[in-house]
């Protein structure tokens, strides 16, 4: 059973730092890996998808990186705001042992940047 | 601006009744999803249907979920009965290929 663990679970930094979001799968035969960000009582919000050929994607400030083969995904957030102040999390496709496109999804990292 | 439509966004109801969610996915997408975030469970997958035939529901509880496609439009998820451990937000999402979309949710409160 694929399994997803986001490290860490908060953070807090002040702003302009650069930071690293982890993720972890417990399954290599991932299909995808999608970033998604969430902020208080909202919907969740696509970020990046790195499909299972890439390694990884960039959109502004964010990059995200996926090694498949030691199960990690990294996103990386260039010049922190506190505007990013949310809860990331990551989610897996595959993995479960059916070609399926469903989302597992890790337990979060919520970060807060500070003024 | 397309974007998955939930409605309602909030339902308050009382213990035994039933409550139906209903969700416009994304038009062009042929995969929808139902998932459920809660503080302890965090997100969890309920239903998942493609070209509006169900796909996966084994984490749905059958006695009281149902979920359905009554066209390309629409998804619906309802209980029946209504328990007040059923309260959480309700995510719809949809996609085609491999990006899922997610709606704004619909927070149930079940007294």
């Known amino acids: 059973k694929q399994e997803v663990t986001q490290i860490p679970a908060a953070l807090s930094v002040p702003e302009g730092e650069n930071l690293v979001l982890n993720c972890s799968f417990t399954d290599s035969a991932i299909y995808n890996l999608q970033w998604f960000r969430q902020d208080p009582g909202k919907g969740l919000t696509s970020l990046l998808l790195i499909q299972s050929s890439q390694r990884e994607q960039t959109s502004g400030r964010l990059n995200a990186s996926l090694d498949k083969s030691s199960g990690r995904s990294t996103l990386y957030i260039a010049a922190s705001q506190p505007g990013d102040s949310a809860t990331y999390l990551c989610a897996v496709t595959g993995g479960d042992g059916g070609a399926t496109n469903k989302l597992i999804f890790g337990t979060g990292t919520l970060l807060a940047v500070q003024p | 601006d397309a974007r998955v439509t939930q409605t309602p966004r909030h339902k308050v109801t009382e213990m035994g009744q039933e409550v139906t969610m209903r969700c416009q996915p994304i038009?062009?997408?042929?995969?929808v999803f139902w998932y459920r975030q809660t503080m302890m469970q965090g997100l969890e997958l309920l239903a998942y249907f493609r070209n509006r035939a169900p796909l996966d529901d084994s984490g749905m509880p059958k006695d009281r979920f149902s979920a359905e496609m009554p066209d390309a439009t629409l998804a619906t998820l309802k209980i029946q009965p209504s328990e007040p451990r059923d309260s959480a937000v309700y995510f719809c999402?949809?996609?085609?290929?491999?990006?899922?979309?997610f709606g704004q949710g619909t927070r149930l409160t079940v007294v």
């Open positions: 999402a949809s996609g085609f290929g491999a990006e899922a979309f």
């Open positions: 038009l062009g997408h042929n995969t």
